[in-house]
């Protein structure tokens, strides 16, 4: 067994954790300087000087599967059960930019998210919802700039300014070489359409937050919470330094970067770890690329309760899990949350497992009180000596990523070269494998796993896959491709190859394409002839 | 290093699109710790490249990640792609991911002599391995 008494205890990330902390351990902070009040530089406390007093976090419970006809009755589903914003899942295919009927799509049609192939499944995804009411969150990376050209162009036809959507796009193309892999183009031309976006969207769609600057995915990957908070932070970076090198003015794009991060089981390491994202976010957005607006340096993020701690036994103890991981995202300030479903250790969510997980949003805000004043555990000796030691431990990775970029912009540098060497790759592989082999050797306990296993081997109600849906999205395409302009998608295309070659901004030319019913998979072919398929370098 | 280890070749691979590596490369080191000699093609790999790698690498053991569900569609495509080059027999065939117990004897009678769901131990794929691999294999590679 294992006992309480073992010396020093650390966080799951390996921070020293004293047994009682005292003001000696606060004696170098100020606290007007370190923290300030909420919804003030550093932002430490908060975005908002009321946050949840003002307005509860965004319930947004994350869905797709099949086709975009059962998915839209899902987002109904949700709205009509407390949900008030949407994120889409999508499946594989569309998040590498293949169409249903490619030959490395065959089994994964529909399986994990929703599948698009066209503006016509665009269409039918959000039939019936209010574009400019409900907040829409595409979540998407490499092919984003078709999917958000989709909705942009969905959006124009049903009469909804652009000016009016408030969603987000995902479009973090640099974590897709470490987090997430769904990467459909190399580092350097998705970084291209990641600006492509920002730049588009701060003259056109000017209220759309243009990166979900993503955590979570890294997390997932096995990272800990260091390394998850100093490569988002160094990503965020790498696109500010993207945006500044395409000329445009550093007050105009950054208010509309947001952050997306995990939640892991070790509370007070989380809610240290959102805090010292705020309060690094600030100082950089400020004293490093010299924003002058607020706005540009207030960190905003959403939460998603990391799947990867979710266990197949006793799958009910995951919904504790869930609340716990719930409790420190809101402890720590977030703007949006998702808590994952009890059953994902098993298949994407049932019906019943997304109410559960929509249940638990409505007792932390109406039942827990956490919501009562803001930024709670302010204050606190540990919680503040664990922020000051989560953002220390976080600029060692981050000095070293710049240390490998040079010029003018060596964050973006940095960052590329990176990737190229799979350093960070190896960094979260590396963590990855210690924490399994912790697991395995019991010094990390996981309830019903490595310890207190329960005999009960209770059968849950999972998710139905339909595996007609692939045929039938299949039947959807060939249906589009017969009913077009041959000739339209062809001089589309051939005006989008241009414009690639040419290094023009691909938005313009890809809202053509999509108008015309070209399709995903084409569009991102043409893209793959003119900038190379990158292939995973297969590092452990 | 383990005696018993020491001259086993492993063939590791994901199948389709599917981009959690997190688990395959996990693996990857546990296995390479434990002695093997461990080749990793990477993701977005079909069943008729990892057979043809199989037979060219003349492994011992072909492991194949897949959490997109996609394993009762991909996994009979390499049974038969590993038969078509007549190696289904010299090699041990195993499968992680995300397996509802359901599946668990569907693939079995596949011939996937290894099922291991999520959460499964590094240590259980290592012993299960040599356990199972053949005499013949123990001796020296030349």
Redesign the interface.
């Given at each position: 067994m294992v006992d309480n008494k073992e010396q020093p205890k650390s966080s799951l990330s390996g921070l020293k954790v004293k047994p009682v902390y005292t003001p000696d351990d606060l004696v170098n902070m100020d606290f007007a300087r370190d923290l300030g009040h909420p919804g003030e530089y550093p932002f430490t406390r908060g975005p908002y000087p009321d946050m949840y007093l003002g307005r509860l976090w965004t319930r947004r419970q994350i869905a797709g599967f099949g086709t975009a006809q059962a998915t839209n009755e899902r987002y109904r589903f949700l709205l009509d059960h407390g949900q008030n914003g949407i994120s889409t899942d999508f499946d594989?295919?569309t998040?590498?930019g293949?169409d249903s009927d490619h030959?490395?799509?065959?089994?994964?049609v529909g399986?994990?998210g929703v599948a698009i192939d066209s503006v016509r499944d665009m269409d039918e995804l959000f039939l019936d919802i209010p574009l400019d009411e409900v907040s829409v969150s595409l979540t998407i990376n490499h092919p984003a700039i078709v999917l958000l050209s989709m909705f942009l162009s969905v959006s124009e036809k049903r009469g909804v300014d652009w000016s009016r959507l408030r969603g987000t796009v995902q479009n973090d193309s640099l974590k897709e070489f470490h987090g997430?892999?769904?990467f459909a183009l190399g580092p350097g031309p998705s970084l291209k359409l990641t600006t492509d976006i920002v730049e588009f969207c701060t003259q056109h769609v000017p209220n759309w937050y243009t990166i979900s600057i993503s955590g979570y995915h890294i997390r997932?990957?096995?990272s800990d919470a260091v390394q998850e908070l100093a490569f988002t932070i160094a990503q965020g970076m790498a696109y500010v330094e993207s945006a500044l090198e395409r000329g445009l003015p550093v007050d105009s794009f950054s208010p509309r970067l947001s952050f997306f991060f995990g939640c892991h089981n070790d509370v007070f390491e989380e809610v240290a770890k959102y805090r010292a994202a705020r309060r690094m976010w600030a100082r950089i957005m400020k004293d490093r690329y010299k924003a002058s607006r607020p706005e540009s340096m207030r960190l905003r993020f959403h939460t998603q309760t990391l799947g990867?701690t979710l266990?197949?036994?006793d799958p009910q103890n995951n919904i504790a899990r869930g609340t716990l991981q719930a409790l420190a995202a809101v402890l720590g300030g977030t703007q949006s949350l998702h808590v994952s479903g009890y059953d994902e250790?098993?298949?994407?969510p049932s019906e019943e497992a997304m109410r559960m997980s929509l249940a638990t949003q409505l007792i932390l805000s109406h039942e827990s009180g956490v919501t009562s004043t803001v930024d709670p555990l302010a204050g606190s000796y540990f919680i503040e000596s664990m922020t000051n030691d989560m953002e220390e431990a976080a600029w060692d990775y981050i000095n070293r990523l710049e240390a490998m970029g040079s010029g003018q912009f060596p964050m973006k540098t940095g960052m590329l070269s990176a990737i190229d060497t799979g350093y960070i790759e190896l960094e979260i592989?590396r963590a990855?494998?210690e924490y399994?082999l912790r697991?395995?050797s019991g010094e990390q306990v996981i309830v019903g796993?490595n310890q207190y296993q329960s005999e009960s081997n209770q059968k849950l109600e999972?998710f139905e896959?339909d595996p007609e849906e692939e045929e039938w999205q299949k039947g959807r395409l060939a249906e589009t491709r017969g009913g077009r302009s041959a000739a339209d998608v062809k001089s589309t295309l051939s005006s989008l190859k241009q414009a690639a070659r040419d290094n023009k901004n691909l938005m313009p030319p890809v809202l053509e394409a999509v108008g015309a019913l070209a399709t995903e998979g084409e569009i991102l072919d043409t893209m793959r002839e003119v900038y190379g398929e990158y292939?995973?370098?297969?590092v452990? | 290093m383990t005696a018993q280890s020491a001259n086993i070749k492993v063939l590791l691979a994901k199948l389709g699109l599917d981009g959690h590596d997190r688990g395959v490369k996990v693996i990857a080191r546990a296995m390479r710790d434990a002695g093997m000699e461990v080749v990793y093609m990477g993701m977005r790999v079909t069943p008729d490249q990892v057979a043809q790698t199989a037979l060219q690498e003349d492994v011992d053991v072909v492991g194949i990640s897949i959490l997109s569900g996609a394993h009762m569609r991909l996994m009979p495509r390499l049974t038969k792609a590993l038969k078509d080059r007549s190696i289904s027999e010299d090699v041990l065939l195993m499968v992680g991911g995300t397996i509802p117990e359901d599946d668990v004897e569907p693939l079995h009678a596949m011939g996937i002599q290894g099922v291991f769901p999520v959460g499964s131990f590094t240590t259980a794929m290592t012993d299960f391995i040599i356990e199972n691999v053949s005499q013949g294999r123990s001796a020296p590679r030349v």
């Open positions: 594989h295919p998040l590498t293949y030959e490395l799509a065959e089994g994964e399986r994990l997430q892999k769904t997932e990957s096995g990867s266990m197949r036994q250790a098993f298949d994407i592989a990855a494998y399994q697991i395995e796993l999972l896959f292939v995973d370098p297969g452990f | -």
